[in-house]
């Protein structure tokens, strides 16, 4: 059993930054990739930041503004958000697979609400 914790959301003002964290927890979990993706309302799932056995990746449009950090392999990954925009308003989800599975594990997501 996979569960994951985020933690994090809330609002901001645009211009703002926040912080969210992603921990991974279960017995003998290891993770193998995780990453946080996003949902804004109207659109499809999309993919911020992930890293794990195949390198870190981002998306173009916003590698720069955000920044993805784990520590070493860790079960935990954090995203980093700067210069929120109104349009960064979003359900962040974090999402997981570990070693022992090839199911991708999903958290429940947080919100993010940037004000103008």
């Known amino acids: 059993q996979v569960r994951i914790w985020e933690l994090g959301g809330g609002s901001v003002e645009a211009g703002g930054s926040l912080n969210l964290s992603c921990i991974a927890s279960?017995?003998?979990?290891?993770?193998?990739?995780i990453g946080w993706y996003r949902q804004i309302p109207g659109k499809r799932r999309e993919l911020i930041g992930s890293?794990?056995?195949?390198?870190?990746r981002y998306a173009d449009d916003l590698k720069g503004r955000f920044t993805i950090f784990r520590e070493d392999f860790d079960n935990a990954l954090y995203l980093r958000m700067n210069s929120l925009k109104p349009e960064d308003t979003a359900v962040y989800y974090c999402?997981?697979?570990?070693?022992?599975?090839?199911?991708?594990?999903w958290g429940q997501g947080t919100q993010v609400t940037v004000s103008s």
């Open positions: 999402s997981v697979q570990i070693f022992s599975s090839t199911n991708v594990y």
């Open positions: 279960g017995s003998r979990v290891r993770v193998q990739d």
């Open positions: 890293t794990g056995n195949g390198g870190t």
